[in-house]
């Protein structure tokens, strides 16, 4: 069984596969938070705190530049595993299989069994929106096709505002025919509640489940600003996301995928604000896993 077999069959069914693993989620780092150190002390670092591994930024301002992924991503990769931490997914811009930096990007990480990868934005046109959404449904099957190709699966990021997925039943309908092994959902329950705060973020994450990849960690509440409600990001456990319930329902399941700790909200030291919340989300895993 060669690599790319070997890791179609890991991802066929990941819900029934993750039944037969141990049950319990991997705990990464959004390495955004930790850009003013490079690869190897952000590894250290992250690794002291207790993370199990790292979501590599892998776009412009990233620890890794797009365009130097061929040779600077299995470095990073190697530095990343020196330090005893996991890279289970990468955090890039790529939205279309036309981008020139995209297949060599995403083949790098296939080559180094990075399971998955997270695509970039696309907004809508509200005043053609039926043409958005046929648009949508063309990336979709272009980054699928490109995923199985390169060998790492795409989770489409329901990031709130005017962006495609936002609502999640839109990248429902867009993948809901493609091959689940290769693309699917980078779940936020954070910009889930935004959108639908009493029962659409359930909704929501029902509809991810059997397609789910990974997940984004952050915390809101809505705050008025200059006379205008907005959400403000804050620490986790201080907002209104439902993480009880929330981690219930992957624990259910048992979803061992990755979790992305997001530190969104202003803080006078990024890094230092990050034990925290990540003692926050261990204790969140360990009641709802049991481990």
Same mark, same amino acid.
């Given at each position: 069984?060669?690599?790319? =077999?070997?890791?179609? $069959?890991?991802?066929? &069914?990941? !819900?029934? *596969?993750?039944?037969? %693993? ?105 005043? =053609?929106?039926?043409? $958005?959404?046929?648009? &949508?449904? !063309?990336? *979709?099957?272009?980054? %699928? ?115 992305? !700790? ?30």
């Amino acid at each position: 069984m060669n690599r790319r =077999h070997f890791l179609a $069959s890991a991802l066929a &069914t990941p !819900l029934a *596969a993750q039944a037969e %693993a141990p049950a319990r989620p991997v705990l990464c780092i959004f390495s955004k938070h930790m850009a003013k150190l490079s690869v190897g002390d952000m590894a250290k670092t992250a690794k002291q705190m207790g993370f199990d591994g790292v979501d590599l930024t892998v776009r412009p301002g990233g620890h890794v530049p797009p365009e130097r992924a061929p040779d600077e991503l299995p470095r990073a990769a190697e530095v990343i595993h020196a330090a005893g931490l996991q890279l289970p997914m990468i955090s890039t811009s790529i939205t279309s299989s036309t981008d020139p930096l995209a297949r060599p990007l995403l083949a790098a990480a296939g080559k180094l069994d990075i399971p998955y990868w997270k695509a970039g934005y696309v907004r809508y046109d509200f005043e =053609h929106l039926d043409r $958005s959404l046929k648009q &949508t449904r !063309l990336m *979709a099957g272009e980054l %699928a096709n490109l995923s199985w190709d390169c060998g790492t699966a795409c989770g489409i990021h329901n990031h709130s505002g005017n962006n495609v997925g936002t609502a999640v039943w839109d990248t429902y309908r867009a993948i809901e025919n493609l091959d689940s092994r290769w693309i699917g959902f980078y779940f936020d329950p954070g910009h889930a509640t935004i959108e639908g705060g009493l029962a659409g973020w359930q909704l929501s994450q029902a509809l991810v489940m059997p397609r789910l990849k990974m997940v984004a960690i952050k915390d809101f509440f809505w705050a008025k600003k200059t006379g205008k409600w907005e959400p403000q990001w804050c620490p986790l456990g201080e907002g209104m996301v439902n993480w009880p319930e929330v981690f219930k329902v992957f624990a259910a399941a048992r979803f061992s995928g990755p979790l992305s !700790l997001h530190i969104e909200y202003d803080t006078p030291d990024e890094i230092a604000a990050i034990p925290k919340d990540l003692a926050y989300l261990k204790k969140l895993v360990t009641q709802s896993y049991g481990v």
